[in-house]
């Protein structure tokens, strides 16, 4: 087949139209100045045509030398056309930028995260503490350094904070993997080694031990969202958000149904959780429908329910250490040093989720009326005990 019948001038005379430079590359003008190369191929016996380029960006010898190479591929029986669809596939795969897998992760995975995500805790680290600095960096080329420099500085200050954003890390490039694309797996790893251990060591919630929480229980009397809430919060054993987002269409009878998304730890969507109200929390409920609005039973002076913010501040200027949060451990340990409870009632009082997963899938029940039994055993200790003395300032 006779070959190089085209020159590079009399390219630039030809009128439009396709033209034959021979072993089946042809130049197809559309216009004067305009055109494209492509070559004919039999690929596993089919006529195809593969393009090299447009012309004048693609010169002449350009494209004989990129047909050529093609040509050869073609005798070591390789396709030509999907060996350079692959490598296309690949460049676009490996330019994917950090930020990008990031976005994408947490995309595929806000049907596992309580509200989907809404709240932003879940991306909050890596958008804080991450991306700024590496979030432009394709993630084919993100290291254990690039990962070490950026948490290095919140290390030792915001422990918790910087391990969540090395495991968000660590499963952003997981799913780049999954992608395709070309990244070091351990990378995170080697940065937690580079890292050394933090000296930051975590505290408990300061809490009023169970005997001294009667007192406090019989000062929240003047009938007021905070002292109501304060006292279902006791009662309850419940979690702040749960507690404060409480509406009127979540009770039904003596059950409060708290919704998914308010509960902390569940598992996914699955799960809302069952309180059995005592005899007490319902007198208390009564008191605290008067101040309910727009369906939540503790809501703000202006718009919106409490904040968690309000409670605090109310022990804080008694002079306490004790915090809200902390009547959780004061019910679990009065559980613990005054009754029997079996371990798993204990902690599913507090809303724990209690052994592995096969354990869970075969227990069905949340124990509900062994719950009831010692909450209101719980309220009996808030209202009729004494408690040891606690240090109260009258707000």
């Known amino acids: 087949m006779a070959r190089n019948k085209l020159s590079s001038r009399g390219i630039n005379a030809l009128e439009p139209g396709k033209y034959c430079d021979g072993a089946g590359l042809w130049l197809a003008k559309s216009g004067l100045q305009s055109g494209k190369w492509f070559l004919r191929l039999t690929v596993h016996g089919k006529r195809r045509e593969m393009g090299l380029g447009g012309w004048p960006d693609v010169g002449l010898a350009e494209a ?4 050529s ?5 073609l005798r070591e029986g390789n396709d030509p056309i999907r060996d350079r669809q692959r490598k296309r596939l690949e460049a676009q795969r490996n330019i994917h930028l950090f930020r990008d897998i990031a976005r994408d992760a947490f995309e595929a995975r806000k049907t596992e995260l309580r509200g989907d995500g809404i709240a932003g805790r879940w991306f909050s680290p890596l958008e804080l503490h991450v991306l700024p600095k590496i979030g432009n960096i394709p993630v084919s080329e993100i290291t254990q350094i690039d990962i070490r420099d950026c948490l290095l500085p919140i290390w030792h200050t915001k ?16 799913h780049a993997a999954a992608l395709g694309i070309d990244v070091d797996l351990q990378a995170t790893k080697k940065a937690r080694a580079l890292l050394g251990k933090p000296r930051q060591t975590t505290t408990n919630i300061p809490s009023l031990h169970w005997k001294d929480v009667p007192i406090f229980y019989e000062s929240l009397n003047d009938g007021s969202v905070t002292h109501l809430a304060l006292r279902l919060l006791i009662l309850t054993g419940v979690r702040s958000k749960s507690l404060r987002f409480m509406r ?4 039904d009878g003596d059950i409060w149904t708290i919704p998914a998304e308010n509960v902390k730890g569940r598992e996914g969507k699955t799960s809302e959780f069952r309180v059995p109200l005592s005899t007490e929390v319902m007198k208390i409920l009564g008191q605290a429908r008067r101040h309910s609005r727009d369906g939540y039973i503790f809501p703000s002076v202006r718009k919106g329910v409490i904040s968690d913010a309000t409670m605090a501040r109310l022990m804080e200027r008694r002079g306490m250490q004790a915090r809200p949060h902390g009547f959780r451990s ?3 340990d009065w559980l613990a040093e005054t009754t029997d409870a079996p371990y798993e009632v204990a902690e599913t009082m507090l809303g724990h989720i209690v052994g592995n997963s096969v354990e869970r899938a075969y227990r069905r029940t949340d ?12 309220a009996s200790h ?3 005990e004494s408690g040891a003395s606690v240090r109260l300032i009258n707000t």
């Not at 422990?159 to 997981?174: D, F, G, N």
């Open 382 to 384: 808030l209202t009729k």
């Open 330 to 332: 004061s019910l679990r």
């Open 367 to 378: 124990y509900l009326e062994k719950r009831r039994s010692l909450l209101e055993r719980w």
């Open 248 to 251: 009127e269409d979540q009770i």
């Open 69 to 73: 190479e093609a040509r050869r591929k």
């Open 64 to 67: 004989r030398q990129a047909s």
């Open 159 to 174: 422990t918790e904070t910087a391990k969540k954003a090395l495991t968000r890390a660590s499963i952003c490039i997981q």
